[in-house]
Structure formats: structure tokens, C-alpha cells
């Protein structure tokens, strides 16, 4: 039985020519998996909501009511922070490209991109400051001069670390929706 939440292909057969196998284009889909340090840190954050709406339930039996209330929304904004890291990323659709930080969601109409590449230079080792070399994938805007391409994925994200053939699947996959959707 195949699990279609795991992965963005759900619709693709292996004897079809087709380059983008997606059934519903205007439909926001990321085009890769999540990584495991993403989905680890998801998990450990969701943990921790657990002990915390735990004890929200022994303040609420043993104490104020108006304690438990506040403990119960600390445990509801960790499960909110846990989700938000799970949809961090680059979506794509026939509208354009959205790229999901943490707290700030961007999105490029495709008309808005001269281009996609990956590049070599340094980049962030897992979001912190320490930086190594290895390759991102960044986008060339219309607005923007050319040296200021921003990056989308980086091989040392917590998306792809240790997973360079990941990296190049899913940099390739979203190079070819820049290809097909960029008019002009």
C-alpha cells in the first residue's frame, strides 16, 4: 500500500515521459522530503509538548485552573513551532515559487525569476553561523542585480546534510519547474 504523504511524486509511474509527474499544478507541493535532522528536531520539539501538556493536566488537578491554562498554551504554541519546521522550505506550483523560513513565507511569481542554478560557495552549516563549502541552489530575481541571487537549498541544511543525491534531486526537480513555468 503506497504511503502518498511521503512523497511529492505520488502520482509517478517509471514508464512515464513525463518531466513533472504531478496531477494538480496549481497545488502548493514541495518537491523533495523532508530531511532526518528536520524531521528529528520536529519530533524532539513535539516530545517536549507532550511532557508540557502533561503537566498542564496535573497543575489543572492539582492547582488553578488559570495556571494550567497558561502551561496548556505554552504546549500549544511548541506543537505550532513543531509544525512550522516541518512546512519550512521551497514549494512550487504553476503560480510560482515560495520559499519558508521560520517566521517569513516569500513567494516569486515565476514571471518575477530569470533563473535557478546551484552554485558553489560557502554555506551555513545547519542554519548556524559556522560556514562550509558546498553548493546552493539559488534564484536570480528580475528586481534584484545578479550578484544577489538568493539561496533556496543549500547541501548543508538540515534538509539534505550527508544526502548529496538528494540535494541533486531535488535542486534538479526545481530547476525544471523554473524551466517549464518562466515565461519571457
Do not use: K
Not at 504546549?75 to 513543531?82: G, M
Not at 546552493?136 to 545578479?146: G, I, N, Q
Not at 538540515?158 to 538528494?166: K, T, V, W
Request: charged share 20%.
Amino acid at each position: 500500500m503506497p504511503l502518498p504523504f511521503l512523497t511529492a511524486d505520488r502520482a509517478f509511474e517509471a514508464a512515464d515521459d513525463v518531466a513533472l509527474p504531478f496531477e494538480d499544478r496549481e497545488r502548493w507541493r514541495r518537491p523533495y522530503r523532508p530531511g532526518p535532522w528536520r524531521v528529528g528536531v520536529a519530533a524532539l520539539t513535539l516530545l517536549l509538548a507532550s511532557y508540557v501538556l502533561f503537566a498542564a493536566v496535573i497543575i489543572a488537578l492539582t492547582g488553578s485552573l488559570s495556571e494550567a491554562g497558561v502551561v496548556f498554551g505554552c504546549s500549544l504554541v511548541v506543537i505550532a513551532c513543531a509544525l512550522r519546521l516541518l512546512r519550512v522550505g521551497v514549494w512550487v506550483s504553476d503560480r510560482g515559487l515560495r520559499h519558508v523560513s521560520f517566521l517569513l513565507t516569500r513567494t516569486l511569481p515565476w514571471e518575477r525569476i530569470v533563473a535557478v542554478r546551484t552554485v558553489q560557495r560557502p554555506v551555513r552549516w545547519l542554519g548556524l553561523p559556522r560556514t562550509v563549502q558546498g553548493q546552493a541552489l539559488t534564484v536570480v530575481r528580475r528586481d534584484r542585480p545578479a550578484g544577489e541571487a538568493a539561496a533556496l537549498l543549500t547541501t548543508h541544511g538540515p534538509d539534505f546534510l550527508a544526502r548529496g543525491e538528494a540535494f541533486d534531486r531535488a535542486a534538479d526537480a526545481i530547476e525544471a519547474w523554473a524551466a517549464e513555468n518562466r515565461h519571457g
